[in-house]
């Protein structure tokens, strides 16, 4: 007993660890997004007061302003259950967004002539998918992987403006906190909170010129490297300390 309390106490602090560690990574993202890279820039009032200060020659824009087209995924009556099948083009669902990436279900998927008759729904790369039911605003970045998969029923999918917008840099400021809160201060729904276009479209956004946005999403992508790594061997001695720990009770046990 004495011997495992040293190993939980071990363990909770490395556990306590990677909580800070997400903390930093979020504080991070949300200030490089919205403040910049250079903490000596000029300021300027956003007139959103969650957003506070941004850059003096960063512009507020909505979300709409910067889309091509947002488009809710096909109606419950396009897509019935038994069109789907084993190991097809998948279908993307709230179910499928983990942690700001996309983990499809190949038993969610559907045949090329189905994929057809819905394509105004196809995904391209560079796209960033919402979920429209659960939790506000949970999204995904579209990447060469998922090119050419399908828009769910519960999705939503938001098509950039290249030429005004890095993906990866609007994806990186739809997914802070801020963002989160403001989905659900404006989302709709008695009995569960919805998003729709208007209201992913209505989001007030502080950008910036596509060079300046491509060079903060990546010194976010360094940075969060970093911290994947350090994340990754703590977890790896959590595991490490938890076989010991079983080890021990069975040694134990048997003598």
């Given amino acids: ?19 800070l560690l997400e903390e930093k990574r979020a504080a991070l993202i949300s200030r490089a ?46 897509l019935h259950a038994d069109e789907y099948i084993d190991d097809g083009i998948p279908v993307i669902n709230p179910a499928h967004l983990e942690g700001g990436t996309i983990i499809p279900d190949w038993k969610c998927a559907i045949d090329q002539v189905v ?10 790369e560079g796209d960033i998918v919402f979920a429209r039911r659960g939790e506000m605003g949970r999204c995904a970045l579209v990447t060469q992987k998922e090119d050419g998969w399908l828009c769910g029923t519960g999705c939503l999918r938001v098509r950039l403006d290249m030429r005004r917008s890095y993906t990866p840099f609007i994806n990186l400021l739809l997914s802070t906190k801020w963002a989160k809160d403001w989905f ?15 209201i992913i479209g209505g989001i007030p956004l502080a950008f ?28 790896e001695a959590i595991e490490t300390l938890q076989e010991f720990r079983s080890a021990l009770h069975l040694r134990c046990r048997d003598r």
Avoid: Y
């Fill in 1 to 19: 007993d004495r011997e495992t309390a040293k190993i939980d106490a071990v363990i909770a602090k490395r556990q306590q660890l990677i909580g």
């Fill in 115 to 124: 994929f057809e008759r819905l394509c105004n729904h196809r995904l391209n």
């Fill in 208 to 235: 910036t010129t596509v060079e300046e946005q491509r060079r903060i999403a990546e010194e976010v992508a360094t940075l969060s490297s970093k911290i994947d790594a350090i994340t990754t061997k703590n977890r």
């Fill in 33 to 78: 997004v919205t403040k910049g890279l250079d903490p000596t820039m000029p300021m300027k009032d956003s007139g959103v007061e969650w957003l506070g200060k941004i850059p003096a020659h960063w512009e507020m824009k909505r979300l709409k302003h910067l889309a091509e087209s947002l488009q809710t995924g096909p109606f419950g009556t396009q």
């Fill in 184 to 198: 659900m201060l404006e989302s709709v729904g008695t009995t569960m909170e919805n998003l729709n276009t208007e």
